[in-house]
């Protein structure tokens, strides 16, 4: 029989990277973290000692709280988090037991600077076509889900990000950290230097390349992309509405490259085998 106040890490692991994934809540001690400075991605660290502060606003929504060990401080804040109306569950083994299955776990060491409500604050050019759409789908999902995104002119890029402590993405520079190398974009540099590498976002990555690089032969998907991409551009003169409907698109193509690559349709339609999939976040 299940648990109502835990979940395991193959249970998480599936719901990583969905727009329904819970809020993740990292509560791990200062010295514990210190040992492996690494998070499940898409959690925010958290101090136990003052839940009561910061727990109400979680009232109503979807939790999971982890700890190094899974045991008495994430069972704590978990059951802090459902007296104050959260559906709050405790990630079983903790942070230990998602790092020893080989999960992925987010290097935070790259993540910038947070603000001081606690989100990212990332810049980059507007009229965002492919890359600059994927990028903040990636950081949204599986770095960190406040995330903010600038979109300006590109000669204005550097600028407002010293001016305004943003972290730039996605424009050409030798000094740029977050922009394409070699035959790589800048999806597949942060797919990489966070540590999230999958195969659900390796298939990703190679799609996102091929439809942001003309390189239409990297993967049968890119053409597809490479066209709603280019539809999305036309259709929104607003960017930040543009990224919004385009996070759907990539929630719909992460969850095809977890699990539904195996499904065919064709007309009559077939009856389909009773298979579930686990690739999630799974290596």
């Not at 969905?18 to 040992?35: G, K, Q, S, Y």
């Not at 009232?59 to 069972?75: F, H, N």
């Not at 966070?194 to 998907?221: K, W």
Request: with cysteine.
């Amino acid at each position: 029989m299940s648990s109502t106040t835990s979940i395991t890490f193959e249970k998480l692991s599936r719901l990583i990277g969905r727009a329904d994934c819970p809020v993740l809540i990292d509560v791990c001690t200062e010295p514990d973290f210190a040992c492996d400075p690494r998070l499940v991605p898409g959690a925010i660290r958290r101090s136990h000692d003052d839940v009561a502060h910061w727990g109400p606003a979680h009232a109503g929504q979807d939790v999971v709280v982890i700890c190094q060990k899974g045991l008495k401080l994430s069972e704590g804040v978990a059951g802090w988090l459902r007296h104050f109306g959260a559906r709050a569950r405790n990630l079983e083994g903790g942070a230990m037991a998602w790092a020893k299955a080989g999960l992925p776990m987010l290097v935070t060491a790259r993540v910038p600077e947070r603000r001081s409500d606690g989100s990212t604050l990332w810049v980059t050019r507007t009229r965002p076509k492919i890359d600059r759409i994927a990028c903040p789908w990636l950081i949204r999902r599986f770095i960190d889900p406040s995330a903010v995104f600038l979109f300006v002119s590109p000669a204005e890029v550097r600028g407002v990000a010293e001016r305004f402590g943003a972290t730039s993405f996605d424009i050409e520079g030798e000094d740029q950290f977050w922009s394409h190398r070699g035959e790589a974009c800048t999806f597949d540099m942060m797919v990489s230097e966070f540590g999230l590498a999958c195969d659900a976002l390796h298939t990703l990555a190679a799609i996102v390349r091929g439809a942001d690089t003309a390189r239409l032969d990297l993967a049968p998907e890119a053409a597809g992309l490479l066209a709603v991409s280019l539809g999305l551009s036309r259709m929104f003169s607003d960017d930040l509405r543009q990224l919004e409907a385009g996070m759907l698109i990539y929630d719909a193509l992460y969850r095809w490259c977890s699990d539904a690559m195996d499904e065919t349709h064709n007309w009559p339609a077939a009856r389909p085998s009773a298979k579930v999939s686990t690739k999630g976040m799974r290596l």
